[in-house]
């Protein structure tokens, strides 16, 4: 490549990815609304269930995503992958915030608080986007590029297999309020499960698009500094 | 199984619902609003990083060909057309 052409801001496959999500969301939202059937005990309620479980589901997963590709950054010193775990803790973190308000609304719905300290998925919840919330200022508080992409690799990989223990922790836990969609006890009717599943892939696709947009808009603006300093402009 | 409803409850959680998908798509269409603040910014830097490479180039650039076979206003024309897809 010419060293003054510059790259396009997206592709095609951005641009599928983003068809995906604007096709897959309203099918998942008509779905919720208009075939899922409603639950006897919370009723209409119910509904925020397919929005803040897969949000909650796509979020954990991002974080655990964001330490395996610092695991890659640190094995190859590539730093795209250094920037890939960043952008996936950082869009997990956007949609954590999502999850954790969603859920606050359901409790308030349901058990009639906003928040119940005895309850440990909330609690756990809150301690992992505590942790993760230390990212940013950690990495951005240091200057030299390698050692900043180092550390923060070092800190995904560390909070990034905290997250399935947390986890596990809180379903080997005994006092249960929290309802418990995945695993032997979950018994969706298949109208439900359905709805659940399609739900779940708008968000991941929600999740992949807003993240190869991340990604795509960091590039470009490093390229752009990048080339300004090699023109001689800064 | 979970159990199902088998008439329509009464709708005083409907607004607990309608907060919580609101609440989700407004933080998605801020964060969209951010993302579209700054690849605009992106291009306004990519656009004056292509009119200052110009400029002191001008003269020297007429007619010049490239190993690819473009002209650098080619080139740049081509980059250009590729930043506002």
């Known amino acids: ?234 | 199984m979970t159990p199902l409803a088998t008439a329509i409850p009464g709708s005083s959680n409907n607004g607990y619902v309608a907060a919580a998908y609101i609440v989700f798509f407004a933080i998605v269409l801020i964060y969209v609003a951010i993302m579209a603040i700054r690849l605009t910014r992106v291009e306004r830097g990519l656009r004056e990083l292509n009119e200052r490479a110009e400029t002191p180039r001008d003269g020297a650039t007429q007619g010049e060909t490239r190993q690819d076979g473009l002209g650098e206003d080619d080139a740049h024309s081509q980059a250009r057309e590729r930043e506002t897809v």
């Open chain 1, 1 to 234: 490549m010419s060293s003054r052409t510059f790259p396009p801001m997206n592709g095609r496959g951005l641009r599928a990815l983003s068809i995906a999500t604007v096709a897959a969301i309203p099918i998942a939202l008509a779905l919720v609304f208009f075939y899922a059937p409603i639950e006897a005990e919370e009723g209409f309620l119910q509904k925020i269930f397919y929005l803040h479980v897969p949000l909650a589901i796509v979020t954990l997963c991002g974080f655990v995503l964001g330490g395996l590709m610092a695991i890659m950054h640190l094995r190859t010193r590539e730093r795209n992958w250094d920037l890939r775990s960043y952008v996936a803790i950082h869009m997990s973190l956007i949609f954590g915030v999502g999850t954790l308000i969603t859920g606050s609304i359901w409790a308030r719905g349901s058990w009639g608080h906003w928040w119940v300290w005895s309850e440990p998925t909330l609690v756990s919840f809150l301690i992992i986007m505590l942790l993760y919330a230390t990212y940013q200022p950690l990495r951005f508080a240091i200057e030299d590029p390698e050692r900043q992409a180092r550390y923060a690799s070092v800190f995904a990989i560390v909070a990034g297999a905290f997250v399935p223990l947390n986890f596990l922790a809180v379903r080997l836990s005994t006092e249960y309020l929290h309802p418990r969609v995945l695993g032997s006890s979950s018994n969706l009717p298949p109208k439900m499960a359905f709805t659940f599943l399609v739900s779940l892939v708008a968000i991941a696709l929600l999740y992949a698009t807003l993240c190869c947009y991340e990604l795509t808009a960091k590039r470009s603006r490093m390229l752009l500094k990048s080339r300004s300093r090699t023109l001689g402009f800064q």
